[in-house]
């Protein structure tokens, strides 16, 4: 507030007491100090007011920290800085505000000021509390990723990635120890359920009632305590996610879930799923010819401070990046989206009536385009001109359909067949789908009027709609992904999007 400026008074000449001129100014001292208590008063009852208003509508500054930038973003566009937002209390309500948001925020004065792990949890505390640590992750290199899951059916086929130990067992001591003073070479990272430290840790992470309220039936509470300098792969999860920094730092660079054609996400079939294909921390990704479309991909950052808790909405790429020793505690909670997509798994398959197997490839084409055909009558199917021009109008075409699912090959399948980590099984999918004097797609056409096609687009287009805008893409290509490894063999998976369009047009 502007300062106002005291009247003139007219000077009057007497000689005064000092006496007097002493109680003068502490008069004058206490009318002052009146007034501040006054404003302040009057400042407390006015944001107490409007407290549940909007928790979340004034950034007070934005999350920064030290440490150069990984080289992926030195050559991508600038990465802007996630808002951080202090809370008017500890108690105050969050949650529902995120997730209505659907952006990463940084939160300060959070629900984790009142655990005492805020204050606690210090290397040297946790290892008076663990005896045994068991789970912890080994590398000999900085990164931990990306994550194998062996009951992919892609796995067949490929092999394990940076292979590291995921099933270390170590006293609590020399865990500490060693992620305080790393050995050349020994990378050291744990994560697991906060239950695994014990009993008590459970207790230090009290009150959690805001962090699990969007879905405390389908939830789960994480610990992550590492070194210095190790990363966490790019990936995406399903989940409301919490992150609450309790010591160290961290660096978050974060993909919003439309970037995906630009981080080459794994197919839904491969055990590397929900993972990006380009490795963010190598300084060669952008010129690589296997990514043309990353150094298009924009990304903010977030650098957490002890005390801060960010929130990542579900579907959105994080890559993590330890900045000293570290010690986190997260929560994910389920969210709509996931119980949606559930029950579009779910819908049984017209095209499961085809008994030929070459015949059932073709009907099951057809019913995917027809899929699409009533998704994008819905949604923002973008055609491969509007993502040149950076624009995506909401009409519909086969041009965007085609080009949807031409995405899906060359973002998902393309690069790993390239680079010999699938087999190049091109020349049996095209076999699978085409023929050389007449298409089988003209044949199945007539038959598809026996198999209800109507009600199952319809269905399953409804369940699409529910998603959000931004996320719809990533599950309707595991969707399509899923619906195409019933009518081929997994490995083919692949070729079958390549010529899909092609072999039944």
């Known amino acids: 507030m502007k300062e106002r400026k005291p009247k003139k008074i007219k000077k009057v000449t007497f000689k005064e007491d000092p006496r007097t001129k002493r109680r003068r100014c502490g008069i004058w001292l206490q009318v002052l100090a009146a007034t501040l208590l ?3 008063v009057y400042a407390v009852l006015y944001m107490r007011s409007s407290e549940d208003v909007d928790l979340l509508s004034e950034g007070v500054s934005s999350a920064t920290g030290s440490g150069n930038a990984t080289p992926i973003l030195a050559l991508l566009k600038a990465a802007e800085q996630v808002k951080a937002h202090a809370l008017f209390s500890p108690k105050s309500k969050f949650a529902d505000d995120c997730m209505r948001r659907a952006t990463p925020i940084v939160l300060r004065n959070s629900a984790t000021e009142l655990w005492p792990a805020r204050k606690k949890w210090t290397p040297e505390y946790l290892e008076s509390k663990v005896k045994t640590l068991t789970g912890i992750y080994e590398n000999t290199n900085r990164w931990f990723g990306p994550y194998y899951d062996q009951k992919k059916p892609l ?10 130990r995921a099933d270390l067992s170590m006293a609590g001591k020399d865990f500490f120890s060693r992620i305080q003073s790393p050995r050349p070479g020994k990378y050291l990272y744990f994560t697991g359920d906060i239950s695994q430290l014990g009993e008590w840790a459970v207790d230090d992470i009290q009150p959690q009632r805001e962090l699990l309220i969007l879905n ?3 939830s789960s509470v994480n610990t992550w305590i590492g070194q210095p300098n190790v990363v966490t792969h790019c990936h995406y999860d399903g989940y409301h996610n919490f992150y609450a920094q309790l010591y160290g730092r961290k660096r978050f660079t974060l993909f919003k879930p439309t970037e995906w054609p630009g981080l080459y996400p794994y197919p839904f079939l491969h055990p590397n799923h929900a993972q990006a294909q380009v490795n963010l921390s190598s300084p060669n990704a952008v010129e ?8 298009r991909v924009e990304a903010v950052e977030a650098s957490l401070e002890p005390g801060d808790l960010l929130y990542i909405p579900p579907l959105w790429f994080h890559h993590v990046e330890s900045l000293s020793v570290s010690i986190s505690v997260n929560v994910w909670t389920d969210s709509k989206q996931t119980e949606t997509v559930e029950r579009l798994f779910s819908l049984p398959l017209p095209t499961k009536k085809w008994p030929n197997s070459r015949t059932l490839a073709v009907a099951t084409a057809l019913l995917i385009d027809n899929l699409l055909t009533s998704v994008c009558s819905q949604q923002n199917c973008a055609s491969e001109e509007d993502v040149s021009k950076d624009t995506a109008p909401p009409s519909d075409g086969p041009e965007r359909r085609r080009h949807f699912i031409n995405q899906l090959w060359k ?7 390239e680079e010999g980590k699938l087999p190049r099984a091109l020349t049996m999918g095209k076999a699978i789908l085409c023929e050389k004097d007449a298409s089988l797609a003209k044949m199945v056409r007539p038959a598809l009027k026996d198999i209800d096609y109507t009600s199952f687009t319809s269905e399953a287009g409804s369940l699409v709609a529910l998603l959000p805008a931004d996320t719809w893409e990533l599950w309707m290509g595991n969707y399509i992904e899923y619906i195409a490894a019933t009518a081929v063999d997994v490995q083919y998976v692949g070729p079958f999007l390549k010529y899909m369009e092609t072999c039944t047009a």
């Open 411 to 417: 973002t998902r399948y393309e690069p790993l067949m």
């Open 216 to 218: 405390p039936r389908r």
């Open 288 to 295: 690589s010819k296997l990514f043309p479309l990353v150094g």
């Open 38 to 40: 006054g404003f302040i």
């Open 155 to 164: 796995s067949r086929f490929s092999e394990r990635l940076n292979p590291y």
